[in-house]
Every structure is written in structure tokens, then in C-alpha cells.
């Protein structure tokens, strides 16, 4: 897959994150915690959260792997392991890893506060932990991901431009994902920052696990409330759990505006189709770039500095060394500039028979 057009954000979007709790650390600092240089011939722990969401078994783990490979000359390991959505197995992984004598860490935590201890058991064994995707707690050293907030801004400007001057006529239901999950929670106050005010709520769900049955089951609930003459939008974080959510809407026969994210293959057909009406395209290679170059650097005693652009502050240290990624709302305006110019998907791979009217019909050919 051809790397994403879009550049990694290098010092342009400076993020603080407001920080928590009692407990404060020092900042991860630039250099690997095991003091000691190391050759190409390191070993990479990488640890994705679940499996249920599209991209990290065909575009994340992939993406790191080779990336580490190139960096390394072809003498890099990358020691893989998925927590399946369970923060106690997550856990039991970095024990694992630490046990196998890993050089560095890539985690994406199921749960950002309990996976704390954790990296501070990695830390203590010398092993520097790079955060991925999401701002795990704990000593980390290194952290990649998008600008959260910048994502639910552009969902929420996404649905306010769907529904236009209907905006306040009805009302719209928010389906945010997991509380577990801080991105999620950044995705929401960005959405609300653009929303608030502008229409309004009629319920709103924080979505278990961001599990697509959960979505669906969430959606029926509000229909039931709400009445379904009532619903003119909804505000869905992902894609997972915008399909969900329009299962329940096709049930009840309405038909509004969806937002999503990820841009995973059956939400840019959705948009297609137009029963989605958009997603957020998140350049996963950048990102993947970012986290194996900073965890080889790790690893072998280097600094930073080239790399890591950005400052961000977790709930318990300072000062991370980070990079952030920018983002693009994904219509069906734009899905030949995003997804299938950077070789995400082909138009075949969208373009199936029961999509080829609908694709004809935007000119996707």
C-alpha cells in the first residue's frame, strides 16, 4: 500500500491534554529508558486492543511491521499479540513480553487507566513503552495518534452541513464510544464544541466496548424514546457502530445523515449507497510510520528529537514526545482524492455488484 499523502504534523498542532488525578510523573524524555544502544537486530512488542474493528489486522499491524523491517535492515522482530477487547489479557501480555526480553513496546491500550501498571513494569525491566493510537497511563515514552478533538470537530461540522438549515427541526442522537477508551471521550467534547447549540440532543450514548450490537441496540432504545419522526441525525464515532446504528434506522424506516470514522471498506460503501453520509479518513500509514520509528530509536538508545514534533500531557506524565497525525472527512465527494489515491482500497474493492449502480451513478468507475 502506497504511503498516505497526508504528512504527519510536526509542531503544527500543539496538544495539551488535561491531566488528572494525584499522581503526576516526569515527562518521557527523548531517549530509550534502557540507557544501552542496540543494533538492528531488536525485538518489537506490539500490542493492538482488538480485532473487531477492520483496521488494525489489515492496515496497523502490517503497516508497523514493515516499517520496522525497513528501519532495521530486514533484522527487526516484531513479537505481536491481540488483546481481543480485555484489559486483564492486555495486561497478561506485557507480562509476556517482558518475560521474552522485548527492546520496546508499541501499545494500544483496551483500557488506558488500567494498563498503568503495566508500562511501569516495562519501565522498571528497561523497556520503553510507545502509546499508539491511544494515550495509555503510565510512564510512557513516546506517543503517536490523530488529533482526537479535530476528529469529533469534523464529525460534527460533517452532520451540521447535512442537515442544514434542519439542523434544529428534530433532534439528533449522539453515539460516542467506549468510556474505557480516552479517545473517545476526546471525540465527543470536539463533536460537542461544534454541536452545542447549534441542535439538539435528543439522547445520548457512551457505546460498551464500541461494539457494533451495542450501537444497534442503543439506537432501538432511542427510536423507541425519541419517536422515529422525530430523529434528523446521528452523530456515530465510528463506523463499526454506524453500521449498527443504521441497521436500527432501516428497522424503523428512517432514513438521516450517520456520521463515522475510520473509514473501513463497509462504511465508504454505506457512503456510497448513501444510508452513511460520512467518515473520517484517519492515514493510518503515517501514523504506523511514526510509532515503529520512535520505538526503533527506543530501542536503540537514540533520540527523539527528529521524529517526535509534539508535546501531550497524560492524566499521570508530562511532556510525552508525540506525534499527531491530521485527518480528512471522507464523502462521497472525495473518496477518489482519500482512500483509493493512497491505495487503501482499489474501486473494484468498493465497487462490488450489489455497490456498481451506486457507484456509477457518483462516477466511481
Known amino acids: 500500500m502506497r504511503r498516505a499523502a497526508f504528512a504527519v504534523a510536526a509542531g503544527a498542532m500543539a496538544v495539551s491534554l488535561a491531566a488528572c488525578g494525584s499522581a503526576k510523573e516526569s515527562g518521557g524524555g527523548s531517549k530509550a529508558s534502557s540507557g544501552s544502544k542496540k543494533g538492528d537486530a531488536i525485538k518489537v512488542g506490539l500490542l493492538l486492543p482488538e480485532n ?3 483496521r488494525y489486522e489489515k492496515f496497523d499491524r502490517p503497516l508497523i511491521e514493515k516499517k520496522v523491517q525497513e528501519l532495521t535492515n530486514g533484522k527487526g522482530k516484531v513479537v505481536y499479540a491481540n488483546a481481543k477487547q480485555d484489559a486483564s489479557l492486555q495486561n497478561q501480555q506485557v507480562e509476556t513480553m517482558i518475560t521474552n526480553k522485548v527492546d520496546v513496546l508499541i501499545v494500544d491500550a483496551v483500557d488506558s487507566a488500567a ?14 513503552v510507545v502509546a499508539y493510537d491511544r494515550l495509555a497511563q503510565g510512564p510512557i515514552s513516546a506517543y503517536t495518534s490523530f488529533d482526537n478533538e479535530t476528529v469529533g470537530k469534523t464529525q460534527g461540522e460533517a452532520l451540521l452541513k447535512a442537515l442544514g438549515s434542519k439542523a434544529k427541526s428534530g433532534k439528533i442522537v449522539m453515539m460516542n464510544g467506549s468510556v474505557t477508551d480516552p479517545n473517545a471521550a476526546q471525540f465527543k467534547k470536539g463533536a460537542h464544541e461544534v454541536l452545542d447549540g447549534k441542535v439538539n440532543v435528543g439522547k445520548e450514548y457512551d457505546t460498551k466496548d464500541w461494539k457494533p450490537e451495542n450501537a444497534n441496540s442503543n439506537m432501538e432504545a432511542a427510536i423507541s424514546a425519541l419517536g422515529k419522526k422525530n430523529i434528523i441525525g446521528v452523530y456515530s464515532a465510528n463506523d463499526g457502530m454506524a453500521g449498527g446504528i443504521i441497521t436500527a434506522l432501516k428497522a ?7 456520521t463515522g470514522q475510520d473509514a473501513e471498506l463497509a462504511g465508504v460503501q454505506r457512503i456510497v449507497a448513501g444510508t452513511q453520509y460520512m467518515s473520517v479518513y484517519k492515514p493510518y500509514a503515517p501514523e ?12 536503540q538508545g537514540k533520540s527523539l528529537d527528529s521524529v517526535a514534533k509534539d508535546k501531550v500531557d497524560s492524566p499521570t506524565t508530562k511532556q510525552v ?3 499527531l497525525v491530521p485527518v480528512t472527512a471522507l464523502t462521497k465527494d472525495n473518496i477518489k482524492d482519500t482512500v483509493i489515491k493512497d491505495g487503501v482500497y482499489t474501486v473494484g474493492d468498493i465497487c ?3 455497490y456498481k449502480k451506486a457507484c456509477d451513478k457518483i462516477g466511481l468507475k
Do not use: C, F, N
Open 52 to 54: 473487531q474493528t477492520a
Open 115 to 128: 494498563i498503568q501498571s503495566s508500562v511501569q513494569k516495562a519501565k522498571d525491566a528497561g523497556i520503553p
Open 252 to 258: 424503523a424506516g428512517i432514513s438521516v445523515p450517520v
Open 288 to 299: 504506523a510510520d511514526a510509532a515503529a520509528e520512535m520505538a526503533v530509536d527506543l530501542a
Open 321 to 323: 514526545p508525540s506525534v
Open 352 to 354: 462490488t455488484a450489489q
